[in-house]
C-alpha cells in the first residue's frame, strides 16, 4: 500500500438549520471507531493545522452556517480530515438540501479495518439517509459513470451503468452510487428493497444491521479495487440488483 492511497467517506444527510449537534456527533463518531485519532484541529488558509482549543463552540458557530468547518489530525504525515458541507436545493435530490459529512483518510490497515464502524457511527450521528466508505480510484470512476456531462465519456467507464446526475434524481432517500461499504438508512434499505433473503445472501453475508435500523452493507472483503476482475463484477451484481440507486428506475 503507498502512502498516497486514501479512503473515501461520503455521508448524506437532512441539512443543518443550526447546530443541532449533529456536526459533534459526527466527529466523535469517527474518533471512537478509530483508536488514537483526535480532529481537534483547523486548517488554516496556507494550509496547515492549528490547534482548536474550543473545538465543541467553533463546531457550533460554524454550523450556523449550515455546515461545519473542516477539522483535521495536526499530523502532516499521517493526514486525516473531515468537514460538512452545504448542498443546495438545487443541485440536491429531489430538490431538498442537504449535509455531505466528507473525510479523507490514508488506506492503511488499522483504517481498513475500522472503516465500517467509521461509517456507521458517522452516518447515524448525522442521521443520515445514506453513505459510502471509497477508495479514492473508485470515486475516480463514479464521477465518470455520472453524467451526461460536457465534455464527458460517452458512456461510463468499466462497462458500469449511467448514473444521473444529483439534481435529476427524484428522491433525497436514492443513494446516487455505490461504495466499498455502503451505508443505508431504514428508510433508504425499504426504498431500494434490502434485504431481500432470496436475493441477497451474499451482500447479507458482509452486512450488520445498525442501531436505528438501517444497514452496513460491504461489497468485497478487502477495498473495492475495480482492477480486480472479481471486485468490478461485484459492483456490478450490485448494480443489477439495486436499479433504483442513480436515479436509474425513474422514467
Known amino acids: 500500500m503507498t502512502t498516497q492511497a486514501r479512503l473515501h467517506l461520503h455521508v448524506f444527510a437532512p441539512a443543518l438549520t443550526g447546530d ?27 494550509g496547515r493545522p ?14 450556523a452556517s449550515g455546515e ?11 493526514p486525516v480530515t473531515m468537514g460538512g458541507q452545504r448542498e443546495g436545493a438545487r443541485e440536491s435530490p429531489g430538490g431538498e438540501p442537504l449535509l455531505l459529512v466528507h473525510a ?37 470512476v463514479i464521477a465518470a459513470q455520472t453524467g451526461p456531462k460536457l465534455g464527458g465519456p460517452e458512456r461510463p467507464p468499466l462497462g458500469l451503468p449511467r448514473l444521473k446526475l444529483p439534481w435529476n434524481i427524484r428522491s433525497p432517500k436514492v443513494p446516487r452510487y455505490l461504495g ?32 436505528s435500523g438501517g444497514w452496513v452493507v460491504r461489497l468485497t472483503d478487502t477495498p473495492l479495487d475495480l482492477d ?13 440488483r439495486f436499479p433504483e440507486i442513480g436515479g436509474r428506475a425513474e422514467a
Open 20 to 46: 443541532d449537534g449533529r456536526p459533534l456527533a459526527a466527529v466523535k463518531g469517527m474518533e471512537r471507531a478509530l483508536p488514537g485519532l483526535r480532529l481537534a484541529w483547523r486548517i488554516s488558509e496556507a
Open 50 to 63: 492549528l490547534a482548536l482549543p474550543r473545538r465543541e463552540a467553533w463546531l457550533a458557530e460554524t454550523a
Open 68 to 78: 461545519f468547518g473542516l477539522l483535521c489530525n495536526g499530523d502532516e504525515s499521517y
Open 104 to 140: 479523507k483518510l490514508p488506506q492503511d490497515e488499522a483504517v481498513v479495518a475500522a472503516a465500517a464502524d467509521m461509517l456507521e457511527h458517522v452516518a447515524e450521528g448525522v442521521r443520515a439517509r445514506w453513505g459510502v466508505m471509497a477508495p479514492g480510484p473508485v470515486r475516480s
Open 180 to 211: 466499498w461499504i455502503n451505508y443505508w438508512s431504514a428508510v433508504v434499505s425499504e426504498v431500494i428493497g434490502f434485504p431481500d433473503p432470496s436475493r441477497d445472501t451474499e451482500l447479507l453475508a458482509r452486512a450488520r444491521r445498525t442501531a
Open 228 to 240: 480486480n476482475p472479481a471486485h468490478l463484477e461485484a459492483l456490478k451484481r450490485a448494480y443489477e
